[in-house]
């Protein structure tokens, strides 16, 4: 408990558990209002009729929060010390050697897939489907004012995706990623010197036990077959949903267009905490290794 909290109370991380706690907060006030709202069958806001001018009643008010914000700032710059470390030296790397909180989730990734899928791959994806969500996402209702019911698949995938996929991994490459970037729980002492022994094996070696390479260390076709098809099965669970409900009228208004690029989407972000499951209880390290590429 003693290392757990120093490591809570380091001039660095002292942030990131503030914004956790206002994240965790936000979340639970606008559930509130929606679900609120759902019940009352029509939203607070819109009984919100009065106006007032931006000059001076608007402008008042930020210039209040912005003086609370530099005196909070100004306290904190005197009771916390700056998070510098001594001179870069060539020498000697830092361990562990972290990236900026921002870039955590992104960096625990790499743990579990090919550098290339980490690093570009899937944050190209995240910026596309955010472009993409003003075109997919047709439903109108919610503008304006806190709702569950009439938005629930919308909110619970920006919960999944943002909550319990990334502000996950920033916690996880924060508080429990120690030493060699190793798994630590918050009782245990980081030690520099503790190696841990993994034995990783490829999905087709675990599961259907065929060999990746082959004894000349060529790729085995037959495993490239299984972990191709395993992909495909994944993917096609979208095609399989959509023949089940394309009669749905939230379908129709999609369109095939709209709806197989939220399925791809949404699949692939599934797709990720799986992957992780799979590294973390079985070692698998990956589902397809090809000359070119690994998944």
């Not at 930020?62 to 001594?86: C, K, R, Y």
């Not at 972000?269 to 799986?274: D, H, N």
Request: hydrophobic residues 50%.
């Amino acid at each position: 408990m003693e290392h757990l909290i120093k490591i809570l109370s380091k001039p660095d991380n002292i942030p990131i558990i503030l914004m956790l706690g206002l994240t965790v907060y936000y979340t639970w006030y606008a559930t509130v209002k929606g679900l609120r709202n759902d019940r009352a069958g029509s939203p607070e806001e819109a009984k919100l009729t009065d106006k007032v001018q931006v000059w001076p009643y608007l402008v008042k008010v930020e210039f209040l929060a912005s003086l609370f914000v530099m005196a909070v700032l100004t306290i904190w710059s005197i009771t916390l010390d700056a998070p510098l470390e001594e001179p870069a030296n060539p020498a000697l790397t830092p361990n562990p050697s972290k990236a900026p909180w921002y870039f955590l989730g992104l960096q625990e990734i790499l743990v579990y897939f090919d550098p290339w899928i980490a690093g570009v791959v899937l944050p190209t994806l995240i910026i596309m489907g955010l472009c993409a969500i003003p075109y997919i996402d047709i439903n109108p209702k919610g503008n304006g004012y806190y709702t569950f019911k009439e938005r629930w698949f919308a909110i619970l995938t920006f919960h999944f995706g943002f909550l319990i996929m990334w502000v996950s991994l920033i916690v996880l490459g924060t508080f429990f990623r120690g030493p060699g970037w190793n798994l630590f729980f918050p009782w245990e002492y980081w030690d520099t010197h503790r190696v841990v022994a993994l034995t990783n094996v490829d999905f087709t070696e675990f599961f259907f036990n065929i060999p990746t390479r082959l004894v000349d260390d060529s790729l085995n076709p037959l495993a490239m077959i299984v972990g191709s098809l395993t992909i495909i099965f994944w993917f096609g669970i979208g095609a399989v949903f959509y023949l089940w409900k394309r009669d749905s009228e939230y379908i129709k208004k999609m369109g095939p267009i709209g709806y197989s690029l939220t399925a791809f989407l949404f699949l692939t972000m599934m797709a990720v905490p799986v992957k992780v499951l799979l590294r973390l209880l079985f070692n698998i390290k990956y589902i397809l290794v090809t000359p070119y590429f690994n998944v």
